[in-house]
Nanobody
Framework: QVHLVESGGGPVQPGGSLRLSCTIS????????VAWYRRTPGKDRELVAA???????NLSDSVKGRFTISRDNVRNTVSLQMKSLKLEDTAIYYC?????????WGRGTQVTVSS
């Protein structure tokens, strides 16, 4: 079975940093794209960052210059480094990967940006 487990969320002040990690088991991460999404109450789920199997990166305009995504195919982890956090970054962040005609999600990790 494929499992995705997010970690690293928590409370942070505006302007602060957090690093989220997604540990993936049950598949060969080398050949799968991975993405981070976030959702806030009353809003649709938003794609934040994605990294393809060959390392191409796509970032949402709202996080460009502040967030970076990286992958470690040996440790089967994908990280989201978040800097200069804003109040509007508050959300539940979800890790996602796709393959074999399926879509897998983690349970999410809460990020709360508050002064």
């Amino acid at each position: 079975q494929v499992h995705l487990v997010e970690s690293g969320g928590g409370p942070v002040q505006p302007g602060g940093s957090l690093r989220l990690s997604c540990t993936i088991s049950g598949l060969n991460l080398r050949i799968h794209p991975v993405a981070w999404y976030r959702r806030t109450p009353g809003k649709d789920r938003e794609l934040v960052a994605a990294i393809s199997s060959d390392g191409n990166i796509n970032l949402s305009d709202s996080v460009k210059g502040r967030f970076t995504i990286s992958r470690d195919n040996v440790r089967n982890t994908v990280s989201l480094q978040m800097k200069s956090l804003k109040l509007e970054d508050t959300a539940i962040y979800y890790c996602n990967t796709q393959g074999r005609g399926q879509n897998w999600w983690g349970r999410g990790t809460q990020v709360t940006v508050s002064s």
